[in-house]
Each structure stands twice: as C-alpha cells, then as structure tokens.
C-alpha cells in the first residue's frame, strides 16, 4: 500500500526549511501532495501559480510530489483528495503551540485526521517565509536561505541584492 501525505503552506516563498521538510517527508511517505493555501485574507508577495513553480523547480518535477493548492479548509481538502495524513514542520515552542491546536482541531473535525511532526535541523530552525520575505524587503541577503530559483524570484520582484 503506498503512503501519500499532504504537506500544507502558504509557501510564499518556498525556503530551505520547507525543502528539508520535504526531502524528509519523502522518506517517511511513498508520496507527498504539497498544497500550497490560497488565502484570500491575505495578500501574498508570489501569487499561488509562482508559488507552485518554485516548488516544481526545486524538485525537478520528482514523481513522488503532486504540487497542488487549495483555498478551503484542510480537513475538506484532504477528504477530496482522499488522504487523511498531513506533514507539518517544528521549528520551536511557538510552532508547537499553534501546531497542536490545529492538529486537534483538524482531528476534531476530521476523527482520522493525522498530522505527523518533523522537526527541522539546527541549520534552518530560524528560517520561516515571513521572516525571509521581510528581510528580503529591507534588502537583506536570504540567497542561502532560499532555493537559487526563489533568490532570482525575489530579485525579480524587490530587486534583493545577490552574493558576490
Ligand atoms: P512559514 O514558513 O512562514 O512558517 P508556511 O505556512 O509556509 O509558513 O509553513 C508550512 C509548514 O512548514 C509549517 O508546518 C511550518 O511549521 C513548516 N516550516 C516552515 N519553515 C520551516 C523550517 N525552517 N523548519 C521546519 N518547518 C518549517
């Protein structure tokens, strides 16, 4: 039987904390649909399209990733698609607080609703897609937080200086 998981986010920008989650996902799971969330209340520095081919570049188009988004609520989405397990990322106590109430919330909703929890590395603990389009803005370098396709993407849209 083969183990797909939805790996749920704005991903707006796809960072090098979220490619460790994924390369780890795929060893855990035969499939990963990441689903990058459409939400309306928000307005996103990459639209969900440029958000899903930064993914696609990241990943060479591997065949173990379906690169997907949604617009409603997780719980709905994971029933149409037919997959009951999501992959979330740890980075520190905040995450874990937010993480928990959501991961009961779902299952409260959905009764077998899984959310299963990687922790990341030393070396992206402090990344997040927030951070790095705030420090992207102000012009600071996130070329060796990001994948090389995201620094150009940023580059494109806020003119981000580069290395070297
Ligand atoms: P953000 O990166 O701004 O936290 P996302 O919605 O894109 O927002 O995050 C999607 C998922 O990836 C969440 O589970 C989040 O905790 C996880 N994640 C994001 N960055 C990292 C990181 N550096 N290490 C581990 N998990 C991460």
Do not use: W
């Not at 959905?110 to 389009?133: C, H, I, Q």
């Amino acid at each position: 039987m083969s183990r797909t998981a939805i790996y749920p986010g704005s991903f707006d920008p796809l960072t090098n904390g979220h490619v460790a989650i994924i390369q780890r996902g795929l060893k855990l799971f035969d499939r990963l649909i990441v689903a990058v969330a459409n939400n309306p209340q928000k307005t996103p520095l990459f639209s969900v399209p440029e958000r899903q081919q930064f993914i696609a570049q990241t990943f060479q188009n591997d065949a173990r990733l379906e690169i997907d988004s949604f617009d409603a609520l997780l719980v709905t989405y994971a029933k149409k698609k037919g997959v009951h397990t999501v992959l979330r990322g740890l980075r520190a106590v905040q995450d874990f607080d937010y993480e928990f109430q959501l991961a009961n919330m779902n299952r409260h909703l959905l009764p077998d609703f899984e959310s299963v929890f990687v922790m990341t590395g030393e070396d992206y603990f402090f990344v997040s897609a927030r951070l790095v389009r705030e420090v992207a803005t102000f012009g600071g370098d996130v070329s060796e937080l990001v994948p090389e396709c995201v620094a150009q993407g940023l580059q494109r849209k806020l003119g981000m200086p580069r290395k070297g």
